[in-house]
């Protein structure tokens, strides 16, 4: 049978289903049925059965499927239709609260408060005070157990607070002992004319550090170029970045095919390339964000990267 995990009553609906026997899960890759086997949990589910990369890896193993609407599904679609199928979840409901509560909660200092947006979204406008982990993220259990404390309350939100219901369900199922959900997440949040804090990009932008460079990227000021060789960006890069080689005859009539009223983001290896790569840029009509110490800065803090040698060091006249 078919029960929507993308739904806000996901959790009503499954908990419908009977518990006395086992029951077996798939979604399209593994990421929503990893999450729906937890909230699955915290409601009392005893036997779950995850297909390990969902329908992609059922049809790689050139398993049957069908288009056929069983009768079971259909009495099941009939019945949620009239809002009679429910399990009367208990488990978080009284934690569904509405903004002033949950400001009152923010502003005490005694809670944990969890962004469950993408890291773009946190950067474009947050509540004061909240980390962010990203629900969408495949690894959301792990990151969860990994950033946010148990010793104190968590209050969650979302886009809309439908995330944040299953998530609440979610961090049950981790152990987290006392969770709150802004009930119509930060759209209520901006309805009651609440302020949101941005992240900002701090100091001169000619010549910013690993943090404030990352931020320029959240922030999406503008468009991140690696002006390294081809050689270096298929070691190591940072991710969403474009390869324009500054050493390249073809560097600035790349450049002259991009939009100057959009800023560039660029970064070398050490912050030489790309520290000459600005100025030319800067007499061609471009606003340039440098990361001033370069790649080697950017790991050194930690920042992601992806690339076919993540470890490769660069160096001769490569890395000048």
């Keep these: 049978m078919n029960i929507d995990f993308k739904k806000r009553s996901f959790p009503d609906d499954i908990n419908a289903i009977s518990k006395d026997k086992p029951v077996a899960i798939y979604c399209g890759s593994g990421n929503r049925s990893g999450k729906s086997a937890l909230i699955m949990q915290s409601l009392g589910f005893k036997e779950i059965y995850d297909l390990d990369g969902g329908l992609k890896s059922w049809k790689a193993a050139e398993k049957k499927i069908t288009k056929e609407n069983n009768k079971e599904n259909q009495k099941t679609q009939e019945r949620l239709k009239k809002d009679n199928l429910k399990g009367s979840v208990i488990v978080g409901k009284p934690h569904q609260i509405e903004v002033d509560e949950f400001e009152g909660l923010a502003k005490s ?3 944990t408060v969890v962004d469950l947006r993408t890291v ?6 947050h509540i004061k005070g909240a980390i962010n982990v990203d629900w969408k993220n495949g690894h959301f259990a792990k990151h969860a157990i990994k950033a946010i404390t148990n010793d104190k309350p968590v209050a969650i939100y979302s886009d809309t607070g439908n995330s944040g219901t299953r998530a609440m369900f979610v961090m ?4 987290f002992h006392e ?3 802004l009930k119509d997440g930060l759209e209520s949040w901006k309805e009651s004319n609440k302020p949101l804090k941005t992240i900002e990009v701090k100091g001169d932008i000619r010549k910013l550090d690993a943090p404030n460079f990352n931020n320029a990227i959240l922030r999406k000021e503008g468009t991140l170029i690696d002006v390294r060789t081809p050689h270096e960006y298929s070691d190591y890069h940072i991710p969403g970045a474009k390869n324009i080689d500054f050493k390249n005859d073809n560097f600035k009539t790349e450049f002259e095919k991009l939009d100057k009223k959009i800023p560039v983001l660029i970064y070398c290896r050490s ?5 000459r790569a600005m100025k030319a840029l800067e007499e061609m009509g471009f606003k340039v964000y440098n990361l001033e110490k370069g790649m080697i800065e950017w790991k050194k803090n930690g920042f992601a990267v ?15």
């Design 179 to 181: 969770v709150y959900n």
């Design 172 to 175: 049950s199922a981790l152990g």
């Design 271 to 275: 912050g030489g390339r790309s520290g």
């Design 109 to 111: 200092g005694k809670i």
């Design 120 to 125: 773009q979204k946190f950067a474009k406008g």
């Design 306 to 320: 992806k690339g076919n040698n993540l470890h490769s060091g660069g160096s001769g006249e490569e890395g000048c």
